[in-house]
C-alpha cells in the first residue's frame, strides 16, 4: 500500500482496478446513508463531473438498492445525464453502480468499531465493455485521482466537518 495524506492507495496486481482506502470517524450506517442517497453524491465526488441527481419521476426513491437505476447530471468538458444502475449492495457494507460501459464505482465499508469504518472506493474495469479504451482515454488515472480526491470529502461529511 502507499499512503498520501490520510488516503491509502490499495495496491494490487489488477491492471483494471484501482482503489484507494480511507478511515472515517464515524458510523458504516452513517456513511453507507450517504453513499445510498444519490442527490447527495455531488457532495462528495472529488472528480467534479457530478453535478447532481437529474429529477425524473421514475426516480421516486431517494434510497438506492440492488436493481436501483439512477439517473446523474455530470459534467466533463460538455453537460450531459448519464443512467447508472446498482450492480452490488450489501446494506452498510458494499454498494457499487455502474452505467452503460459496465465498468463499476464501489465503496466497501469495513467496520473497526462503532465509530470508526475503513472505507474502500474501487473503479473497478473488469466488467467493462472494452477495458483497454478506457486506458487509452487515460480513465484508470483520472479514476484514482477522483478516489484520492473523494474520499476526504465523503471523511468530512460523514464526521460532520466543513468542506473547503
Given at each position: 500500500?502507499?499512503?498520501?495524506?490520510?488516503?491509502?492507495?490499495?495496491?494490487?496486481?489488477?491492471?483494471?482496478?484501482?482503489?484507494?482506502?480511507?478511515?472515517?470517524?464515524?458510523?458504516?450506517?452513517?456513511?453507507?446513508?450517504?453513499?445510498?442517497?444519490?442527490?447527495?453524491?455531488?457532495?462528495?465526488?472529488?472528480?467534479?463531473?457530478?453535478?447532481?441527481?437529474?429529477?425524473?419521476?421514475?426516480?421516486?426513491?431517494?434510497?438506492?438498492?440492488?436493481?436501483?437505476?439512477?439517473?446523474?447530471?455530470?459534467?466533463?468538458?460538455?453537460?450531459?445525464?448519464?443512467?447508472?444502475?446498482?450492480?452490488?449492495?450489501?446494506?452498510?457494507?458494499?454498494?457499487?453502480?455502474?452505467?452503460?460501459?459496465?465498468?463499476?464505482?464501489?465503496?466497501?465499508?469495513?467496520?473497526?468499531?462503532?465509530?470508526t469504518t475503513i472505507v474502500?472506493?474501487t473503479f473497478d474495469a473488469?466488467?467493462?465493455?472494452?477495458?483497454?479504451?478506457?486506458?487509452?482515454?487515460?480513465?484508470?488515472?483520472?479514476?484514482?485521482?477522483?478516489?484520492?480526491?473523494?474520499?476526504?470529502?465523503?471523511?468530512?461529511?460523514?464526521?460532520?466537518?466543513?468542506?473547503?
Amino acid at each position: 500500500m502507499n499512503s498520501g495524506a490520510s488516503v491509502t492507495i490499495v495496491d494490487n496486481d489488477e491492471p483494471y482496478v484501482r482503489a484507494a482506502s480511507i478511515v472515517i470517524e464515524a458510523p458504516a450506517s452513517v456513511i453507507f446513508d450517504l453513499l445510498a442517497d444519490p442527490a447527495r453524491h455531488c457532495e462528495f465526488d472529488g472528480s467534479g463531473s457530478v453535478k447532481g441527481i437529474q429529477p425524473l419521476a421514475q426516480q421516486a426513491t431517494s434510497r438506492l438498492a440492488l436493481n436501483e437505476k439512477f439517473t446523474m447530471s455530470m459534467k466533463r468538458v460538455v453537460p450531459y445525464r448519464i443512467e447508472n444502475e446498482v450492480v452490488e449492495f450489501e446494506e452498510g457494507r458494499r454498494i457499487a453502480w455502474c452505467h452503460m460501459g459496465k465498468h463499476r464505482w464501489r465503496y466497501e465499508l469495513e467496520v473497526v468499531d462503532a465509530n470508526t469504518t475503513i472505507v474502500t472506493e474501487t473503479f473497478d474495469a473488469r466488467t467493462a465493455k472494452i477495458p483497454a479504451a478506457l486506458k487509452f482515454m487515460n480513465a484508470y488515472n483520472m479514476n484514482l485521482n477522483s478516489i484520492l480526491a473523494t474520499l476526504p470529502r465523503l471523511k468530512a461529511l460523514a464526521e460532520g466537518k466543513t468542506l473547503n
